[in-house]
């Protein structure tokens, strides 16, 4: 059973960091390329951050830029969200997703692969 599987969400004050884990279970991640999601209460859904596979390249969301970072271990077949000076603006329910396209093309498609149940985070002093 294909499966992704995030964790360390949270509540965390303003300026407080967390890191996020996706980690596949019945598949192995080293191939797909895999990003993160995030939906607010009566907010559409925004694409944060993708890294592919096959170079590592690195994508974000003007709204994260420098203050998030994606990172994978495909030994662990685990992509990580570092966040850094989280803003309450940041609160949502994060989603990993992954598509077998590893390629810099398989990030727009990210959203038609396999996805995680989501991971809540708050940010709220």
């Known amino acids: 059973q294909v499966q992704l599987v995030e964790s360390g969400g949270g509540l965390v004050q303003p300026g407080g960091s967390l890191r996020l884990s996706c980690a596949a279970s019945g598949f192995t991640l080293q191939t797909y390329a895999v990003g993160w999601f995030r939906q607010a209460p009566g907010k559409e859904r925004e694409g944060v951050s993708c890294i592919s596979s096959s170079e590592g390249t690195t994508y974000y969301a003007d709204t994260v830029k420098g203050r998030f970072t994606i990172s994978r271990d495909n030994a662990k077949s685990t992509v990580y969200l570092q966040m850094n000076s989280l803003k309450p603006e940041d609160t949502a329910v994060y989603y990993c997703?992954?598509?077998?396209?590893?390629?810099?093309?398989?990030?727009?498609?990210?959203?038609?692969?396999?996805w995680g149940q989501g991971t809540q985070v708050t940010v709220s002093s």
């Open positions: 997703a992954a598509h077998p396209d590893g390629s810099i093309y398989g990030c727009p498609k990210l959203h038609l692969g396999s």
